[in-house]
């Protein structure tokens, strides 16, 4: 990312995953900056990568490039508000609040360069996902600041339209809890099939893991990687049976349904 210099404002776990993201990337500590009211979180991030730290966010924001709002939801609009008279339009300002919309952002902030940004958790080993939005007065420049940047805690994917976040939180933010029931409900099955517990939790977790890596690394898609491991009438063949009849994929699409317009609904109490 050259010298461009980018500021944290809250310096919490995400915060703090996307600058050991950035630092493991060869991005130089000193063109970074994290504001937050917590010291010694400050100083631990300080004495991690060598960052400059603030306590007062309208100093931190000065000479950015790129200013990451990293803070709670609940409290972004306070914080843009205080913000406002310290940044301009030629900084690009990337939201990874869930639920804050980008013209909330606008209106709050005064300026018009904004990026909104849905990460999940495992950004926080450098494995997430995010989904990103670009206002129209963002230059591609900015655009491709923001990708860099969001890459280094996994794979960003950009969509032409807001509304979208909805349907990636849905899938993906809200996606590795998804993982995790299922997860614990194999491990809990093993356990009733005879395994002990710590066993049925490997055997789980790794299958998974695994599961996932060959669906990433593979050019098949996911039906027909499934389709080659399920022999007709063999075990898989029957406990895929079990799924389709107990309405497995109707069960994920209302599942899905349910979260976008959770966060449909959040959105609209947050922008008020
Ligand atoms: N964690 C995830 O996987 C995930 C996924 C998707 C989106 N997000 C979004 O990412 C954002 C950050 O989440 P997080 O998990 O990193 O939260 P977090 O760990 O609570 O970090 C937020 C940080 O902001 C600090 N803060 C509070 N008031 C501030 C102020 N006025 N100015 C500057 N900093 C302030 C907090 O300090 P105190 O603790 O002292 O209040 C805290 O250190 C949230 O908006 C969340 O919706 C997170």
Not at 82 to 101: F, K, N, R
């Amino acid at each position: 990312m050259g010298n461009t210099k980018i500021t944290f404002i809250g310096a919490g776990n995400m915060a703090a995953s996307l600058i050991g993201g950035l630092c493991k990337q060869g991005v130089h500590a000193h063109n970074i900056n994290a504001s937050d009211p917590g010291e010694a979180q400050l100083e631990k991030l300080k004495s991690t990568y060598a960052i400059h730290i603030f306590t007062d966010n309208q100093l931190a924001v000065k000479g950015a490039d790129i200013i990451v709002l990293a803070v709670k939801p609940q409290i972004m609009r306070q914080v843009c508000e205080q913000l406002a008279v310290a940044v301009t339009d030629q900084q690009l300002v990337i939201s990874i609040a869930a639920g804050i919309t980008s013209d909330s952002l606008i209106r709050w902030l005064g300026v018009h360069t904004i990026i909104r940004c849905m990460p999940n958790t495992p950004a926080l080993i450098q494995q997430g996902v995010s989904g990103l939005y670009a206002t129209k007065a963002v230059s591609t420049q900015q655009r491709k600041q923001a990708e860099q940047l969001l890459s280094a805690v996994g794979l960003a994917v950009w969509l032409e339209n807001e509304q979208l976040i909805d349907a990636v939180t849905a899938v993906s933010g809200s996606g590795p809890a998804y993982f995790f029931l299922l997860i614990e409900a194999m491990t809990e099955a093993g356990i009733k099939l005879g395994l002990p517990a710590d066993i049925a939790a490997q055997l789980a977790q790794y299958t998974a893991q695994g599961a996932s890596n060959m669906a990433c690394q593979s050019t098949l898609d996911a039906a027909q990687l499934r389709q080659q491991v399920t022999s007709p009438n063999g075990t898989t063949d029957a406990a895929i049976r079990a799924f389709q009849q107990g309405g497995f994929n109707q069960l994920v699409e209302t599942a899905l349904r349910s979260a976008a317009s959770r966060s449909q609904e959040l959105a609209q109490q947050l922008s008020e």
